[in-house]
C-alpha cells in the first residue's frame, strides 16, 4: 500500500483558513490552466575587484495543469412544500430546489447535471435536519431541471430546461432550479430527499463533451493534464466521492396536504308532545343533523363540498326536509359554521354556498385551513 | 630500473597536471559563476515499511494551490575567487513567496516588494496604498528575492540557494 500526495493539497487547506481568518484576496479561481511559468535567477558578482557581467540561469517552466474542482450547494436551508399530484407545470416560485453549481477549478468546464431521490431514511442537512420518508408512493418522478439564466435567483417559468451546464468559466457559479412530478398518493408530511449530482466534462463544443477524466500516472511536462480536486459533499460523504471530478447537495420536497375527516351527529330539537324540553324522537319531531369536517392536514383545503344524501330515508317516507330553521326570523334552511364563524344558508340554489336538491343537501366552495373544522347544520322532521 | 621508470612517470603525471590546470585557467583568469535552476514539487510518500519519505521531483504536475520549490544551484567554474556574489530571483509570476522558507546557506536574504529596486528583510518592508496608508508587507507582496554571500566564492565552490513558492 503506497501513499502519495502533495504537499499542496494541505496548502489549499491552509490558504482556505486564511482567508477566512482575513477575508483577503480570496483563493478562488486559481492559476488558469495553460499557463506557463517561468523562473530564472541572476547572479552578479565581481572577481579580482572588477565587476563581471551577470548571468542568468535557463529558466525552469513548467505549465498549470487543470485542476477539476465542482462545488453543488443547495441555496435554501429548508424544504420545498409541495402537494400530492403537483406536476413539473404546476411550479411556482419559490417552490422549486434551487441549487448553485460552482466552477471552482482553473479551466472551463462543461457540467453534466442529474437529480436523483435518496430514498428511505436519508438526512437531509438543513439547520434543522428531515429524514427522507420516501415511500413507493413519495419518490418523485420526471425530474426536470432549469438553468436560471437571468441570474435573478427566482423560478419565472421562462428558464430553460437543461441537462448539462455549458462552458462554465474558472469561478462562474450558476443557479439551478430542480422541479419533479409529486406523486397523488404521497401523503401529508412525506420528505421527498433529492440529490443534483453534477459530473465535469470537457468544454470544447456547444453540447456536452467528453467526461473529464485524470491523467493516469506522471505528468506530461509541457502539457496541461489533469488533477482531481473535488471534496466530498459537504455533510455526506455516499452521495459522490472526493476527487472523483463529481459534486452534489441535497434538498428535499415537504408534501403538505389537507386531511379531512368527517364526522355526522344528530339531536333532537323538539318534539309536538314536550316542545324543546327533552323532546323525544317520535313521529313529528324536529331532528337537527350536524355534519363536522375538520382538516387535520398541514395544508389548506379548498373547494371543499360537503354534501348529505336524504334520498333513501325522505324516499322511504321517514324523514322531511325541513325549510326556515335559522337565522333571524328563521328564514335560513342550512347552517354553515367555519371556526364559529356562522353563515346562513337559504336552500334555493340562488348563489349562496348552500342549496338542498334531489333531496340533497349540499354546501359549496368551503375553505378550511390546517386545523380548521366547518360544520354544517340542518334539520328534517320525523314522519 | 623500476625506481627510475617511476620517477619518469611521477615527473610525467606532474607536468600532466600542470598542463590541465593552465588549460582550464587560460581562457579566463577570473571567478567564472554557472548558476541553473530548477522547479520541484515536494513529493510526500509512506514507503513499505510505514515510514514517511519526502521527496523532490521537477514540478511538472501542478495545479493552483500547489508549493513549488525553487532551487538555484550555483558554482564557480573559473580559477579565482568571486567576490560580492548576489543571487536575485524574482518571484513568478502566478506565484506567491511562501513566508519563511528562502534559504540559503552563508548568504544573507532579504527581500523587494517593489520589482527589486530597493530591499529589506521582512520586517523593514512595508506596502503602502493608493490612499497614503500603510501596511507591514506579508509575504505575498514579495516581487524578489536577494542572496548576498558572506564570503567569496572559491573556485570549484558551490553552493545553492532554495524558497518555496505556492501556484495562486
Do not use: C
Not at chain 1, 53 to 73: E, G, I, K, R, Y
Not at chain 1, 170 to 184: C, G, K, M, Q, S
Not at chain 1, 209 to 228: H, Q, R, Y
Not at chain 1, 297 to 307: D, L, M
Amino acid at each position: 500500500m503506497k501513499m502519495q500526495g502533495k504537499i499542496g493539497h494541505l496548502g489549499r487547506v491552509l490558504i482556505g483558513l486564511l482567508g477566512l481568518m482575513f477575508a483577503q484576496t480570496t483563493f478562488a479561481v486559481g492559476t488558469l490552466s495553460g499557463t506557463s511559468i517561468s523562473n530564472d535567477a541572476t547572479v552578479n558578482y565581481s572577481s579580482g575587484g572588477v565587476g563581471q557581467t551577470p548571468v542568468t540561469s535557463a529558466p525552469a517552466v513548467f505549465v498549470v495543469d487543470n485542476m477539476v474542482d465542482v462545488l453543488v450547494a443547495e441555496i435554501s436551508d429548508s424544504a420545498a412544500v409541495v402537494v400530492p399530484g403537483q406536476l413539473v407545470a404546476g411550479f411556482v416560485d419559490p417552490q422549486i430546489l434551487g441549487f448553485t453549481v460552482t466552477n471552482e477549478g482553473n479551466t472551463e468546464q462543461d457540467y453534466a447535471l442529474a437529480a436523483v431521490n435518496l430514498g428511505d431514511g436519508a438526512n437531509v442537512p438543513f439547520s434543522t435536519a428531515l429524514t427522507d420518508s420516501n415511500s413507493a408512493t413519495s419518490t418523485a418522478t420526471n425530474f426536470t431541471m432549469y438553468w436560471d439564466d437571468d441570474n435573478n435567483g427566482a423560478f419565472d417559468g421562462t428558464e430553460p430546461v437543461v441537462t448539462f451546464l455549458n462552458a462554465m468559466a474558472a469561478d462562474e457559479t450558476r443557479r439551478v432550479f430542480v422541479l419533479a412530478d409529486i406523486p397523488v398518493g404521497a401523503v401529508d408530511g412525506a420528505v421527498i430527499g433529492v440529490s443534483l449530482q453534477a459530473t465535469t466534462h470537457d468544454s470544447t463544443s456547444g453540447v456536452l463533451d467528453a467526461l473529464t477524466t485524470e491523467t493516469v500516472g506522471a505528468d506530461t511536462p509541457g502539457s496541461v493534464d489533469v488533477v482531481f480536486a473535488d471534496d466530498f459533499p459537504a455533510l455526506t460523504s455516499t452521495d459522490d466521492g472526493a476527487m472523483d471530478g463529481q459534486a452534489s447537495d441535497r434538498d428535499a420536497f415537504l408534501v403538505q396536504s389537507a386531511v379531512l375527516t368527517i364526522v355526522k351527529a344528530s339531536v333532537v330539537i323538539s318534539d309536538p308532545f314536550n316542545g324543546t324540553t327533552n323532546p323525544l324522537a317520535v313521529p313529528g319531531a324536529i331532528v337537527e343533523y350536524t355534519i363536522t369536517v375538520t382538516n387535520t392536514g398541514t395544508a389548506q383545503a379548498t373547494t371543499v363540498t360537503i354534501a348529505d344524501d336524504l334520498s333513501v330515508e325522505i324516499g322511504a317516507g321517514r324523514i322531511a326536509f325541513t325549510s326556515n330553521q335559522y337565522g333571524v326570523g328563521n328564514v335560513f334552511d342550512i347552517q354553515l359554521d367555519i371556526n364559529a364563524v356562522v353563515t346562513d344558508l337559504t336552500e334555493e340554489g340562488d348563489g349562496d354556498q348552500g342549496v338542498f336538491a334531489a333531496n340533497i343537501v349540499t354546501v359549496n366552495a368551503v375553505t378550511l385551513n390546517p386545523g380548521g373544522v366547518a360544520t354544517v347544520s340542518f334539520r328534517v322532521t320525523i314522519q | 630500473m623500476k625506481t627510475f621508470n617511476n620517477k619518469i612517470i611521477a615527473r610525467s603525471l606532474g607536468l600532466l597536471a600542470l598542463f590541465l590546470m593552465s588549460f582550464v585557467a587560460t581562457p579566463q583568469e577570473t571567478g567564472v559563476i554557472q548558476i541553473q535552476t530548477s522547479a520541484d514539487v515536494e513529493i510526500i510518500e509512506t514507503d513499505a515499511s510505514g515510514e514517511t519519505v519526502t521527496r523532490l521531483e521537477p514540478a511538472s504536475k501542478v495545479v493552483p494551490g500547489d508549493i513549488v520549490i525553487y532551487t538555484v544551484s550555483f558554482s564557480n567554474t573559473g580559477s579565482e575567487p568571486a567576490e560580492n556574489v548576489v543571487i536575485t530571483n524574482p518571484v513568478p509570476r502566478h506565484m506567491e513567496y511562501v513566508d519563511g522558507t528562502a534559504f540559503g546557506p552563508g548568504a544573507d536574504i532579504s527581500f523587494s516588494i517593489d520589482g527589486g529596486q530597493s530591499w529589506g528583510m521582512p520586517e523593514e518592508l512595508v506596502v503602502t496604498a493608493a490612499d497614503g496608508s500603510e501596511r507591514p508587507a506579508v509575504a505575498s507582496d514579495y516581487t524578489d528575492i536577494r542572496w548576498i554571500l558572506r564570503n567569496e566564492l572559491q573556485p570549484g565552490a558551490q553552493g545553492f540557494a532554495r524558497f518555496r513558492t505556492r501556484l495562486q
